[in-house]
């Protein structure tokens, strides 16, 4: 137990003394969280645009204003023809254009559905399909307001037609994606550094020659990995604290669910990448080398994880094979307590699943572990 | 076929001794196909300074890192202060100091720091911590430096100090692998100094070595070649034997011997 107590107390002095550490704890979280979180998005944001207004009606004009006034689309003004829209979308000035047809007013109130044209640049067919459908949310909008005050319509339903769309009502990614996307970089980034650090700082003790000069003491094996593993599991807790208080501050994020439970399940998880950790110290010479394994590794975890690819959306052997990912586990449980508040009991089930992999990953690495070199 | 009648004579032939340090019969170790250490075996007394001697790969290294624990032996037989190397590694551990070629303190801590670390890995209390940390400043003479970064050290100090912590838990036997290997001659003399000190306190020291001249300082000397001892002995009767005035030219000799 002492000695565990000073392999703690000489593993922090040399993080407090090395300003990249220090750096890495404090920094990385904070600057991942911000850049990933606003990087990895799905919503559409300052979509450059113009209108072609061939109606200039007082409908025409509210239509217009609607389309100025949002943040999702960026307004650069008017031209008077689509051909002058269609040269501008071609040279790539903008990313969609919204033509009022003639008579678009007179059409609208006598219940002859005009035709309003959107025309999208579809190279990034994704964002252009959210890109659509944000402009029909917008027509529909305004539509709901017109329709009360259309005095000769009564029980009729009138649309402001958008060509080539369908309208999808409840779809709202500028709240889906980040709040999606934000505690899945906090498992993200909880994962790649306790299992980086772990295999660095023993590889590291490899390379010096310390390692080899703690093998001929009478350490043992257990306490030699818990005097590595116990500093770096306060390292990754602070970080995942300065993540989730970066989240917090940043996007208004803040967890629903119980802390305790986030952080016990966060230590069940760490279970899993600390035993990666050392598994990679045991193969790796050097600290490239032990970087290569954990980061080979953890890339397929992420991407099995169900992070940015819905694990529904994978074949349905890959889908068999994410079962096997601890990373998924931990991935649900990080998103159930952040967005709904989920409670313990309902997640035993993960909890369970981290526990028994954490447990098979970290005896793995143990017993590969020896107090011998060669 | 040949390590089988090894580990038969081996295992007839009782090791236990107790005016001997260490005990080595029909060591082997075997990489692969490559054999690193060919049936070695020699005894060192108790507060005997001995001497390893080889060219680079000769299979030095190796074969202290079995008797320190460090590498499971292929075949044969080793006993370090009583205690069996299969076996007892964790006990040997408890009664030797080793120090590497490789410089082994960390260079990102204080002397003090280094110092105190150590001393609570072998388990010593905080009280005892504090008095060998004292001593052992005292003894180096390293009161100025004691709170400066081990890394900021000239490397003759540095190699004295990782000797110093590889004995705070006062070992019987002290184990070093080219302890002087780039390090100038005064500081070279200093660490030799030491050694004796060490070798009339009765502990006993197995150093490996390049330098010849060091060589004469040894009480007995082995010397390697492809894994196999070729010669060992007192320096002075190794000197008569080839009628060579140094232990350069014993050496000199027996690799042409060898070779031819």
Wanted: glycine share 8%; aromatic share 10%.
């Amino acid at each position: 137990m002492q000695r565990i107590l000073y392999l703690i107390q000489k593993e922090f002095r040399q993080i407090l003394r090395e300003p990249a550490f220090l750096g890495l704890i404090f920094g990385a979280p904070l600057i991942q969280v911000l850049i990933l979180g606003f990087a990895i998005t799905t919503d559409v944001k300052n979509v450059p645009m113009i209108m072609v207004d061939q109606d200039h009606s007082q409908m025409s004009n509210r239509l217009v204003e609607a389309f100025s006034n949002t943040k999702s689309f960026h307004f650069l003004g008017q031209v008077g023809t689509a051909k002058e829209a269609v040269h501008l979308l071609d040279r790539n000035k903008i990313k969609l254009a919204v033509v009022i047809p003639p008579h678009f007013e007179r059409d609208l109130k006598t219940g002859r559905q005009p035709r309003v044209q959107l025309l999208a640049d579809g190279v990034d067919g994704n964002s252009a399909g959210v890109a659509l459908s944000y402009a029909n949310q917008i027509a529909l909008k305004l539509q709901k307001q017109w329709f009360p005050r259309l005095p000769h319509a009564p029980g009729t339903v009138k649309e402001i037609h958008l060509t080539g769309i369908e309208a999808r009502m409840l779809y709202n990614p500028s709240l889906e994606s980040v709040n999606n996307i934000v505690p899945g970089i906090l498992a993200v980034l909880v994962m790649l550094i306790t299992s980086f650090l772990t295999g660095m700082t023993i590889v590291r003790e490899k390379e010096i020659g310390t390692l080899e000069q703690l093998m001929v003491t009478p350490i043992r094996r257990g306490e030699l990995i818990l005097g590595k593993v116990i500093p770096l599991i306060i390292v990754g807790l602070l970080l995942f604290t300065i993540a989730i208080i970066s989240a917090g501050l940043v996007f208004g994020l803040w967890m629903k669910g119980n802390i305790l439970t986030l952080y016990g399940m966060s230590l069940l998880f760490m279970m899993t990448t600390l035993g990666m950790g050392i598994f990679a110290s045991t193969l790796a010479r050097n600290q490239q080398q032990s970087m290569f394994i954990t980061w080979f590794l953890g890339i397929f975890a992420i991407l099995l994880s169900g992070f940015f690819i819905p694990i529904e959306n994978m074949p349905r052997v890959i889908q068999w094979i994410t079962y096997l990912n601890p990373v998924r586990y931990f991935m649900i449980v990080i998103r159930e307590i952040y967005l709904k508040g989920t409670a313990l009991h309902y997640l035993w089930k993960e909890a369970l699943e981290m526990t028994v992999f954490g447990g098979a990953m970290l005896t793995m690495a143990t017993l590969r572990f020896h107090k011998r070199v060669g | 076929m040949s390590q089988i009648q090894n580990s038969n004579t081996a295992d007839t032939v009782p090791m236990e001794d107790d005016t001997m340090a260490v005990s080595v019969r029909e060591l082997t170790r075997n990489f692969g196909k490559f054999t690193a250490v060919d049936r070695v075996s020699f005894s060192v007394q108790k507060g005997e300074i001995f001497g390893f001697l080889g060219a680079n790969g000769a299979g030095k290294t190796t074969t202290i890192r079995m008797l320190c624990g460090l590498l499971l032996p292929t075949s044969g037989q080793a006993s370090i202060a009583g205690f069996n190397v299969y076996t007892e590694a964790e006990q040997i551990k408890m009664h030797i100091g080793y120090m590497s070629q490789r410089f082994s303190l960390y260079e990102d801590l204080t002397v003090r720091e280094n110092i105190q670390f150590y001393g609570g890995v072998y388990g010593l209390s905080r009280k005892q911590i504090k008095e060998k940390t004292r001593e052992l400043l005292d003894y180096l003479n390293l009161w100025d430096q004691a709170n400066k970064l081990t890394a900021d050290l000239p490397l003759g100090w540095k190699q004295r100090m990782a000797l110093s912590t590889t004995l705070l838990h006062d070992p019987q036997i002290i184990f070093l692998d080219e302890p002087t290997s780039g390090v100038d001659p005064v500081s070279r003399r200093n660490f030799w100094l030491l050694i004796y000190k060490l070798a009339a306190r009765g502990k006993t020291v197995f150093v490996t070595t390049h330098y010849m001249d060091e060589a004469e300082y040894c009480n007995r000397l082995s010397i390697m070649r492809f894994g196999k001892i070729v010669e060992i002995g007192p320096p002075g009767e190794l000197k008569a034997k080839y009628h060579a005035r140094t232990m350069q030219d014993v050496f000199m000799n027996i690799e042409h011997r060898e070779e031819r």
